[in-house]
């Protein structure tokens, strides 16, 4: 079990931190957040199906055809864990070593987004201060690894309790005898 949960975690990881790095370097040269954004979800999708993967492999080669609800969705809880671990931590040495002013330009984005859509000044201020508080947050370190787990675990959790409800599976009990 921990090999599965290992090797479907790190690729789960491996494709989401692919994907969220190609998008972020995308998204600098276009300067379009909100289409990465999207992106980045169907991504974390895609590679969460590796849970559902992890899953069905336990339950079919290593716990003779069956599985419990609880193990099932222990075994994908534990996949989004190392997933996103992988993720918050490529996301750490990407947002340090390439992209520090990652929260300034996306601040510029979402402002101007707003000036776009015909915000008051009053919203552009309140907006602003609110941006101005994230920007303060993500000053520290921890800040970002809570605000990055914050994007990721949920849609490893949904895709966990979806799995463990699709795959479960109880064991055959033998005919009775007549």
């Known amino acids: ?7 479907c975690g790190l ?7 692919v994907f969220m790095v190609s998008s972020i370097a995308a998204c600098y040269s276009s300067s379009d957040f909100e289409g990465n954004m999207l992106l980045g979800y169907a991504a974390m999708l895609l590679s969460f199906s590796l849970i559902f993967v992890g899953v069905k492999n336990f339950r079919d080669k290593y716990s003779g055809g069956s599985v419990t609800f609880g193990k099932a969705f222990q075994i994908g809880l534990l996949i989004t864990l190392i997933a996103s671990t992988v993720y918050v931590i490529v996301w750490l ?18 402002m101007r ?12 201020q309140e907006k ?7 920007r303060e947050m993500y000053k ?13 675990l949920p849609v490893g959790l ?12 109880k064991p055959s009990q033998p005919l009775p005898a007549i």
């Open 113 to 124: 987004e707003l000036q776009r859509e015909g915000a008051t000044a009053q919203e552009l």
């Open 158 to 169: 949904v895709v966990s309790l979806l799995s463990a409800l699709i795959l479960k599976k």
């Open 128 to 134: 602003s201060l609110e941006m101005e508080g994230y």
């Open 1 to 7: 079990m921990k090999k599965i949960i290992l090797v």
């Open 140 to 152: 520290s370190p921890l800040m970002i690894i809570l605000f990055t787990y914050a994007e990721i």
């Open 93 to 110: 040495i990407d947002y340090y070593l390439f992209v520090p002013e990652f929260m300034e330009r996306y601040t510029t984005h979402v």
């Open 11 to 17: 690729i789960s990881g491996i494709i989401v931190s």
